[in-house]
């Protein structure tokens, strides 16, 4: 794709601590996490972060926790400040906002979605979800018509008169993304949003943002410690360890291809089957196959496998659309379903 | 000969010393002794302070210098003091005369059912205006009516004042350490310090008969807890909630008016309430310097033997203070600004 990124984040470091510039010099020099907190008592939280992230796509960061996925995604909208680096939205560059134009920015461009939710308590929900509103100064009415909308479509029409205390956490965090819906900004921050609802809600939740997201189209940012929830939901993945980029691309690519051992191990706990797409998988159209049937580039693998009815022997043709791709053989798709081992582990 | 003669003739300090000495007596103690013809015999060994240093080496000065340095130094600084304060107090006077004016001149039956639609209004329970009005009439039955409300509009006037200024005090101090660490040992000097004590500068600075003066003592007194507990209700608004206010490109006025006041508000109620109570606790002593109400009553009692004008008063100061509690803490608990029972 030759479109520029929406979001660009270029050679992006952060380090906690007193003197921040100082110790950067060290990292630079080669100084890894352990050592700076030891010899210079500084927090490395992010380290040369290079991402870029497409209009229209969900790009997700996932890391576990200390791996400073949480600090990254401030840094979009310098809720917290880079100590070097250049942050780019649009085609602005966000590091040389003053203090007015970085509250604009922060109205008009990006709107976010917490983990704990973080809506006024003091507020009904509708003048939460009004908020982004509110605060760019459009009229009442505006307010109302535009986050009654939002809240029927996240299904809380009949709440909104209530208080965020008198919600469960799923219905709260329904708020939350009324809220950044509301605020109609392209660009969309989302903070570990599911990470504190329990299972089944959080299924939903995700489909929901899906669908959302098929009509929308909006450059999401999400951020998460769950490789099933960041497989589901990823154009673009980002995984993060110890404030550092390990591997980034498109899902598919990184589950067949781990960059390293770390991403090796994290990958192969996975249900593969249900993650991995016959176009990961298929190969080209030899002539002479018998084909079993026909199937989507799109169908997952779990469903190939209930098609064959477990048979390894038949062959399949793969169709885009109408138009003939490709061709699966279901000894390839069962030996893909094994992970590959951790080089370490020999 | 006094205990410290041999160190300073050791030092070599003896020429210097002795041209401050005088023969006359230092003290009353020196006074009576030297009538009776007799040497004052001290403990073995006296602290090196300095009125037992003075008795050797007469340059160095008593401590009643030192008192009497600090009062010469108020009195220098008093006329520049003066000019200041006197013009910026002054609007504290004319309130305070206007409120006492106005809390005489209206008559009972007027005043009493506006002070029951008060107490309705801020607590919006039966219960406690009906209190209020029990505790009100007995007040006046008792022909306790007048200075209860002189006590009152005192209050009135004080508390007012006392908010205005520490709400914006203590929303300063939330803002900066710097500030907070440098103010909060003044608000603990004004707490600790015992009341009579701050009572002395204020009668040397201002006359008397200006009723500013217990004004001033009332508002220093009680303005504590509401800078206190206002620093520390926005200081403990969920910092989550001020990021995703931060998140949605809030300024600091719109994050200040509709997120931070708003949840901090509860604990500056609780500040209100209690510098309610310090002012009433305060307005006794202030009688002292000429307020007006109840508390010139406990004076009266104390001053004169007067056992029962005395306790009669001191009740009605306790029916006062527990209205006055009632009501704001039923107010107090009315802001429940989360919302968490239906």
Known sequence: MSTKPKVSLRGLFKIFGANGKEALQHVKNGMGKEDLLAQHQHVLGLQDINVDMQAGEITVVMGLSGSGKSTLIRHLNR?????????????????????????????????????????????????NAGMALKVRGESEETQNSEAMKWLERVGLQGFENHYPAQLSGGMQQRVGIARALTANTDIMLMDEAFSALDPLIRTDMQ?????????????????THDLDEALKLADHLVILKDGAVVQQGEPQGILLNPADPYIEDFVSDINRARVLKVSSVMGKVKKGAKYAGDVQIGDNLESMIALSNGETGKIYRVLDGKEVIGQLDMLDLVKSLVPRISSGKG | MAFYDGLFNTLGLKEWCSQGSSEAPMSMADLLAKGKGEEVTGPLFPFPSLDNLNESCGNISQTRDVTKGIEEGFLAIKPAMKTVLDPITQPLSWLLDGALWTFEAVPWFIMIPILLAISWYASRSKAVTIFVAIAILLLALVDHYDVAMQTLSIIFVCTGISVLLGVPIGIAMSKSDRLQKSTVPILDLLQTLPSFVYLIPLIF??????????????????????????????????????????????????????????????????????????????????????????????????????????????????????????VSKAALSRVDMTHKTH
């Open chain 2, 205 to 326: 600075l201002f006359s008397v008969a200006e009723s500013k003066l217990y004004g001033i003592a009332i508002i220093l007194y009680a303005i504590v807890p509401v800078i206190r507990l206002t620093d520390l209700g926005i200081r403990l608004v969920d910092k989550d909630v001020i990021e995703a206010a931060n998140a949605f490109g809030m300024d600091s006025k719109q994050r200040l008016v509709g997120v931070e006041l708003p949840l901090a508000l509860p604990n500056i109620m609780a500040g209100v309430n209690q510098t309610i109570m310090m002012s009433l606790a305060m307005v006794v002593i202030a009688s002292l310097v000429s307020a007006p109400g109840l508390g010139v009553n406990v004076l009266r009692g104390i001053r004169n033997l007067e056992l029962g004008v005395g306790i009669v008063a001191g009740i009605g100061i306790v029916i006062l203070a527990v209205i006055l509690d009632r």
């Open chain 1, 207 to 223: 489909d929901l943002l899906l669908e959302l997201q098929q009509e929308l189209h909006k450059t999401i940012v999400f951020i």
């Open chain 1, 79 to 127: 809720l917290i400040d880079p100590t070097d680096g250049e942050i780019w939205v649009d085609g602005e560059d966000v590091m040389k906002l003053n203090e007015d134009e970085l509250c604009k920015i922060r109205q008009d461009k990006m709107s976010m979605v917490f983990q704990k939710f973080a809506l006024l308590p003091h507020r009904t929900v509708l003048q």
